[in-house]
C-alpha cells in the first residue's frame, strides 16, 4: 500500500518559519517525483513546488525564493522548507508522488492527508 503521511504544520506568526515532511512508503520512491501542493478556504488546490527523481526542482511564483523543496531518498521523505511565511501562505497543505510508466500511463498520483499551516498577522 501507498502512503504518505505529512507533519510539521502548525501556526506561526508573518515572518515565521516552518518545515514540513512527507514521510512515503510502498514506493521505490528514488524513481518518483514528489510535490507539495495547498489548498486554502474556498481556493482551488494549487501547485507549491515540486523535485523530480534526479533532483530538478519548480516553485510556484508567489513562493519562490521563500520556500525550498528537498528529499532525503535514504529516508524516503520531502521536506518543504518555507520562510518569511505570509498569511497568504495559510492552507492545508499535501503531499504527493507519482511518475510516467511505459504508454504514457501514470503510476499514482498518491496524496498525502495534509497538515495545516496557519500564518497569523
Known amino acids: 500500500q501507498v502512503q504518505l503521511v505529512e507533519s510539521g504544520g502548525g501556526m506561526v506568526q508573518s515572518g515565521g518559519s516552518l518545515r514540513l515532511s512527507c514521510a512515503t512508503s510502498?514506493?521505490?520512491?528514488?524513481?518518483?517525483?514528489m510535490a507539495w501542493h495547498r489548498q486554502a478556504p474556498g481556493k482551488q488546490r494549487e501547485l507549491v513546488a515540486s523535485?523530480?527523481?534526479?533532483?530538478?526542482?519548480n516553485y510556484a511564483d508567489s513562493v519562490k525564493g521563500r520556500f525550498t523543496i528537498s528529499r532525503d531518498n535514504a529516508k524516503n521523505t520531502v521536506y518543504l522548507q518555507m520562510n518569511n511565511l505570509q498569511p497568504e501562505d495559510t492552507a492545508v497543505y499535501y503531499c504527493?508522488?507519482?511518475?510516467?510508466?511505459?504508454?504514457?500511463?501514470?503510476?499514482?498520483?498518491?496524496w498525502g492527508q495534509g497538515t495545516q499551516v496557519t500564518v497569523s498577522s
Open positions: 504527493n508522488t507519482g511518475r510516467i510508466i511505459s504508454g504514457g500511463r501514470w503510476r499514482g498520483p498518491y
Open positions: 510502498g514506493i521505490i520512491f528514488d524513481l518518483y517525483s
Open positions: 523535485i523530480t527523481s534526479g533532483g530538478t526542482t
